[in-house]
């Protein structure tokens, strides 16, 4: 049974998913505008301003893709097996790559502003929010300890959000050759000792492969404005 709650299981598992909610549940305990739904206990659903993230443990499928279709939400990011099971079947799959943060040493890099951070990772291939959020969203995380960046003024940019022994790439851009390079061993400097997670489309997954992450499974994020159904 899927059940409106005000906290989240504690579960141990390595999953884009999973982590996407935890670390919305971290930054934003109690939030009208946030919701969480558990199903069977260990399923996680969680939802803000109509996106959703499904976190899915061998749950009813049938009774997910009724839940799903109830709430209506613009936008679903889940592992691809779930979301094709709920016919919530996205245009493309999604690489979930994996590996430790064990790169030690300080990660110097530029302090820049929210604005600069944006127009950094604003490039072909990242899909943001419109500023306004952007900034609302990364300034809260960032200044309640639950967001890292790494960045170079006008050369690259990494934005990690966190909750306490994981963290999960936001955004990675390099405006130079080489620097995308630089920005991913920043931020996983930042995030020493954490699993670290991305999610990646295929034109990149080589480039992860190179840097030490393992292909972990597919993931993908079905969009009501892209669907045919």
């Not at 670390?23 to 109690?30: F, G, Q, S």
Request: net charge negative.
């Amino acid at each position: 049974m899927v059940k409106l709650v005000d906290k989240i299981p504690e579960l141990s598992v390595i999953s884009a998913e999973w982590v996407k909610i935890k670390c919305l549940y971290n930054a934003y305990p109690n939030y009208p505008n946030v919701m969480f739904w558990v199903q069977d206990e260990t399923g996680v659903i969680a939802m803000t301003d109509g996106n959703m993230i499904i976190y899915n443990n061998g749950g009813d499928t049938e009774e997910l893709a009724e839940f799903v279709n109830v709430i209506n939400p613009a936008c679903v990011f889940s592992d691809y097996g779930t979301l094709c099971a709920i016919g919530k079947n996205p245009k493309e799959r999604i690489n979930v790559v994996y590996r430790k943060a064990d790169i030690e040493g300080e990660a110097k890099c530029d302090t820049l502003s929210s604005k600069e951070i944006y127009d950094l990772l604003d490039v072909d291939g990242l899909s943001l929010p419109e500023y306004p959020y952007f900034a609302v969203d990364y300034c809260h995380r960032l200044n309640n300890g639950f967001a890292d960046f790494f960045a170079i003024k006008d050369k690259c940019c990494a934005v990690t959000f966190n909750c306490g022994d994981m963290a999960i790439m936001n955004g990675i851009a390099s405006h130079q050759k080489g620097m995308g390079s630089v920005a991913l061993k920043g931020v996983l400097q930042k995030n020493y000792g954490r699993d670290f997670l991305v999610c990646c489309r295929d034109s990149v997954f080589e480039f992860y492969k190179k840097n030490g992450f393992c292909h972990l499974n597919f993931g993908g994020y079905w969009v009501k404005d892209d669907a045919s159904d």
